[in-house]
């Protein structure tokens, strides 16, 4: 069975040479010379080097990131709040709440303050809008929040005029900030979202501790609305990601290795955008599937509409509640049902049963929810094991190296051979949502053939990655070395699962 | 803690005072921050004719933080969920430290009157409500009638 597989393996292997061969053609139309050289030394060389492939072609995944510290980022987001407060004549706090307004655009915000700069301030909610500048003096020495009444100078307001006695803006902030809020205390009149720059709120906070807590708090919501800036997901990490231009890319933080997409910060998904795979982890994560289960496993009774689970193979069937005999298949009245049942399928033209082809339906989704799920499971289990044998060959490395059997570098490419084989592995498992929610049309079809060829070429990848693996075993007894072929065969392959990975990406991811 | 916030105890007077029409709310007599409250169904709507009770909690953050209201009566509304709970924005996102329990209440009562189905609690009801409002407003009636009118 194994030899089987393997000499089936090997043919298709053969072929993809060809169909790879156009596809790189294809790329080259696009105009990289690069390409051609590299390509040109990948068909003459059987020893191609993983060090070149390193070097391939472009890489649909490239993405430039930096990773600042606190400190950096701080300097970064000072010197544009600087900038701003230059150019609007406001406070830095101000400027703050601005910048947070329009996500750190700092050129935007410029070129709006041109145009118009009291509309730029009413939008930013830091000034009343002209509309609602209808509240002058207070009226009344009322606080209207705790009801007293005060001394003028104990009443506070924003520049909406809304005033309310200190005693009241301070629980007012202590409760949101205690909250977690940083941007976003607002004035406490009712209908005015009139923000509360920093240095009106800081004052008013009892405590250093909660001080600085609310400064923590604003840290967190200016990266957090910064277009370029990202927090690092990885647990009580301080770092923050910058990039030029927002992409749903992978970044990795220099301090704690966090993997993730820089866009939404979860688990790096191409080529599934973030969107589809915060769905995709949703549905598999609820129980909305359950609902799909009974609707694709039971019926309704046609007369009384109790729910009905079949438990028998036979299709004549009794409700249990109210005797109706009814026919499974096209649920019309069993009586019709002589001797013909068997063509009972022919009454799925007829319109009244709607029910039944919405059952059908419900079957058909669920069926094709389950096969994309399997999939991504299995990929799932696979990398696991995959993890496994990469730790086994890691192990045995070691090990070779201190019985003088090679040096490092000698089993570097076994290494690595692993390692991309999750990298693969790992691109393929992402593939499933991605197919699950695509419409079906020529594209799909492609996407669909390319992610069989991708699978193949992993799955031989894999395959030949656990053969050296045990081939070392061999070693170990005393019996020569992995042959030199046997080696060139496995960086062959490692090019050729690389390849198909990238060609699925740069045709697919985020285009 | 300490006292109760002399906000609460004006408030609580003027409730009394000045009654809002259609509305009662008497404070506990074990606790003057939990309010046994009684909305009229407003005329011209579904739940007219029916009397809902409800209960209102003053948390101790309150008037920083909302007060947290529940129906009692059992009620077909698109914004009031099987719990009583109800949908409305300045119970949430939209709470200001300016309003107060009177006002609370009038808004609950406005929403008695113009029910919203686009922005719903209980999903089954605003889809009815959405689908065949007639026939919405007839289960709510219904419910109304078998509910609300208990003497």
């Known amino acids: ?511 | 803690m300490s006292g109760l916030p002399r906000r609460i105890t004006k408030e609580t007077q003027r409730l009394f005072q000045e009654p809002v029409p259609g509305i009662r709310a008497t404070p506990d007599e074990a606790n003057a921050r939990y309010f046994h409250v009684v909305i009229a169904g407003p005329a011209d709507s579904p739940f007219e004719g029916g009397t809902f009770k409800l209960e209102l909690f003053l948390p101790e953050e309150y008037p920083m933080a909302a007060p947290k209201v529940r129906f009692m009566t059992k009620i077909y509304h698109p914004n009031v969920d099987k719990l009583g709970r109800i949908c409305l924005d300045i119970l949430k996102d939209k709470w200001s430290p300016a309003l107060q329990i009177r006002t609370v209440l009038l808004s609950i009562q406005a929403l008695l009157s113009a029910p919203n189905p686009d922005d719903p609690l209980a999903n089954d009801v605003a889809e009815q409500w959405k689908n065949d409002e007639s026939e919405a407003i007839k289960t709510a009636k219904k419910w109304t009638a078998r509910y609300a009118k208990e003497k």
């Open chain 1, 1 to 511: 069975m194994s030899v089987d597989m393997n000499s089936q393996a090997s043919d298709s292997n053969e072929e993809d040479f060809g169909v790879n061969s156009e596809e790189e053609e294809d790329e080259d139309d696009g105009g990289e010379e690069e390409d051609q050289v590299d390509i040109a030394s990948y068909y003459e060389g059987v020893a191609s080097d993983v060090e070149q492939q390193g070097a391939d072609s472009f890489d649909p995944e490239e993405y430039l990131f930096t990773c600042l510290t606190y400190k950096e980022s701080q300097r970064v987001l000072t010197d544009e709040v600087n900038t701003v407060a230059a150019a609007l004549k406001v406070s830095p706090a101000v400027a703050k709440l601005i910048l947070v307004h329009f996500h750190w655009h700092v050129s935007q915000i410029l070129d709006r303050c041109k145009s118009n700069s009291s509309l730029l301030l009413s939008d930013a909610l830091v000034q009343p809008s002209s509309a609602c500048r209808s509240v002058t003096a207070p009226q009344s020495l009322q606080c209207g929040v705790c009801l007293q009444i005060v001394r003028r100078d104990a009443l506070l307001a924003l520049p909406c005029q809304h005033s309310f006695c200190k005693a009241c803006w301070e629980q007012h902030c202590t409760v949101l900030v205690k909250d977690g809020m940083g941007v976003g205390v607002s004035c406490m009149a009712q209908d005015c979202s009139l923000q509360m720059p920093e240095d009106f709120v800081l004052p008013l906070l009892p405590g250093e501790e909660l001080k600085d807590k609310y400064r923590r708090y604003l840290f967190r919501d200016y990266v957090e609305s910064h277009f370029q800036l990202q927090l690092c997901p990885g647990a009580d990490c301080p770092i923050v990601i910058k990039v030029q231009e927002p992409r749903a890319r992978r970044v990795q933080c220099s301090r704690c290795s966090e993997v993730f997409c820089f866009k939404c910060r979860q688990m790096y998904h191409a080529p599934t955008d973030c969107a589809t795979i915060r769905k995709w982890l949703t549905k598999c994560a609820d129980d909305s599937e359950t609902a799909n289960y009974i609707s694709a496993h039971t019926k309704d009774c046609p007369k009384c509409n109790i729910c009905i689970e079949k438990n028998g193979g036979c299709n004549h069937m009794q409700c249990s509640k109210c005797k109706h005999d009814f026919c499974w298949m096209c649920l019309g009245d069993w009586k019709t049902h002589g001797s013909e049942y068997y063509e009972c399928s022919r009454y799925k033209e007829n319109p009244d049963i709607v029910n039944q082809s919405q059952q059908a339906q419900a079957r058909e989704a669920l069926k094709k929810y389950l096969f994309y799920f399997e999939r991504w499971e299995n990929h799932n289990k696979s990398l696991q094991l995959e993890a496994q044998t990469y730790q086994r060959i890691q192990e045995k490395i070691q090990e070779r190296v201190m019985n003088n059997l090679g040096t490092w570098i000698d089993w570097q490419y076994l290494h690595n051979a692993a390692k991309l084989l999750a990298k693969c592995r790992y691109t393929l498992q992402y593939t499933y949502p991605y197919a699950y929610y695509m419409e079906s049309g020529p594209r799909k079809k492609l996407f669909e053939y390319q992610q069989a060829q991708l699978e193949a070429e992993i799955e031989n990848l894999s395959w030949k990655v656990e053969r050296a693996d045990s081939y070392e075993r061999g070693v170990v007894g005393g019996e020569g070395e992995l042959s030199a072929s046997d080696r060139g065969d496995l960086e062959n392959q490692m090019h050729i699962a690389e390849q198909r990975r990238r060609t699925l990406l740069k045709d697919f991811h985020d285009t």
